[in-house]
T-cell receptor, first 112, second 114 residues
Framework: GQNIDQPTEMTATEGAIVQINCTYQ??????LFWYQQHAGEAPTFLSY????GLEEKGRFSSFLSRSKGYSYLLLKELQMKDSASYLC?????????????FGRGTSLIVHP | GAGVSQSPRYKVAKRGQDVALRCDPI?????LFWYQQALGQGPEFLTY????????KSGLPSDRFFAERPEGSVSTLKIQRTQQEDSAVYLC????????????FGQGTRLTVV
């Protein structure tokens, strides 16, 4: 089985920086995804890390440490529209297939 | 269409009724996943197809749940004798390969069992 842990809720101020952490325990690790999900909408892809280190993409960056079973999503210059749920998902092998397993999500509230 | 399409968007079923949820993946996508998402929770894996082959169904909660993808494109998730605990959003996602590439999600079907 897998265990993926991320905070339930975070709040931050518009224009600030926020870091959302994700820890996981799994076997057959094959990468870690971050998705954004606005209320009532489909999850949308943000990033994928398979090697250790930091991946930067505009205002969003994602970091992975495989030895520590740890990742974070860094959001800079926060905007009100960034208020959403952020889902950490670990891809691991299951009978020869690679299945993304999601955490419960972190609800981010950005206030003025 | 350009994205993953699911129908219906909303479904209200009486307890004990059978339902069928449809997913049209992005054309050419080999992999197709079904997830169940309860309010305030992350998506929970149900089943995975590679083309027409159902390679993993370990997440299906009971034998009342059945999924198929007979021609390797459109998929249907069927729930027999629905129960109140089946109320959730059912998400379908497709990707070009197995779970090491970006998955594109549909808008989901919100199922309410009354």
């Amino acid at each position: 089985g897998q265990n993926i842990d991320q905070p339930t809720e975070m709040t931050a101020t518009e224009g600030a920086i926020v870091q959302i952490n994700c820890t996981y325990q799994t076997s057959g690790f094959n990468g870690l995804f971050w998705y954004q999900q606005h209320a009532g909408e489909a999850p949308t892809f943000l990033s994928y890390n398979v090697l250790d280190g930091l991946e930067e993409k505009g205002r969003f960056s994602s970091f992975l440490s495989r030895s520590k079973g740890y990742s974070y999503l860094l959001l800079k210059e926060l905007q009100m529209k960034d208020s959403a749920s952020y889902l950490c998902a670990v891809s691991s092998s299951s009978g020869g297939s690679y299945i993304p397993t999601f955490g419960r999500g972190t609800s981010l509230i950005v206030h003025p | 269409g350009a994205g993953v399409s699911q129908s219906p968007r909303y479904k209200v079923a009486k307890r004990g009724q059978d339902v069928a949820l449809r997913c049209d993946p992005i054309s050419g996508h080999v992999s197709l996943f079904w997830y169940q998402q309860a309010l305030g929770q992350g998506p929970e894996f149900l089943t995975y197809f590679q083309n027409e082959a159902q390679l993993d169904k370990s997440g299906l909660p009971s034998d009342r749940f059945f999924a198929e993808r007979p021609e390797g494109s459109v998929s249907t998730l069927k729930i027999q004798r629905t129960q109140q605990e089946d109320s959730a959003v059912y998400l379908c996602a497709s990707s070009t390969r197995q779970g090491d590439t970006e998955a594109f999600f549909g808008q989901g079907t919100r199922l309410t069992v009354v």
